[in-house]
């Protein structure tokens, strides 16, 4: 083992700090200089600002997810919403619609009834007109009336 005095540097190598003594103890007995304990102490307080920092900045984009799930949640009940009466609205429509093909299918259905009913009664009517002798223009004679009445009996 090297003898070390007080005031000499530690045998097992610089300090990260650049200070001949280690930051711990020296296990041969040198106390670390004034230095050393600032230099750490500072480096400690930077980290420690550094992780405050980065956890502001979390902190931060936590806040504005936040208020862009509360703007999409809003999105999507408006837009949900908007289906819901784009809905009702379609299938009123949809209603509408048939009731005036229904409607438009039975104006159809009696018109072509009708001309069926006009059809069968022009050909009764032909058949009618077929079977029957035709009519003669005869002027009936009174058979009451063979003589002459007494009036206009020497008239004649």
């Known amino acids: 083992s090297v003898p070390v005095s007080p005031q000499s540097p530690c045998p097992h190598g610089p300090s990260p700090c650049g200070c001949p003594h280690p930051q711990r103890p020296c296990p041969h007995g040198v106390p670390p ?6 230099a750490g102490l500072a480096r400690c307080q930077r980290q420690a600002e550094e992780v405050a920092e980065l956890m ?11 208020g862009h799930l509360e703007r999409l949640q809003s999105r ?8 819901e009466a784009f809905t009702r609205s379609t299938r009123a429509v949809t209603r509408r619609q048939r009731r005036g093909q229904r409607r438009w299918l039975l104006v159809a259905l009696g018109l072509g009834l009708f001309l069926l009913l006009l059809l069968l009664l022009g050909l009764g009517l032909a058949l009618a007109l077929q079977r029957s ?20 009996a020497g008239t004649l």
């Open 33 to 38: 200089c004034p230095l050393c304990s600032q």
């Open 133 to 152: 002798p035709p009519a003669t223009a005869t002027v009936p004679t009174p058979q009451a009336w063979t003589e002459l009445p007494p009036s206009t």
């Open 76 to 83: 999507a009940q408006d837009l949900r919403q908007a289906s």
């Open 56 to 66: 502001r900045q979390n902190v931060a984009r936590a806040m504005e997810r936040e």
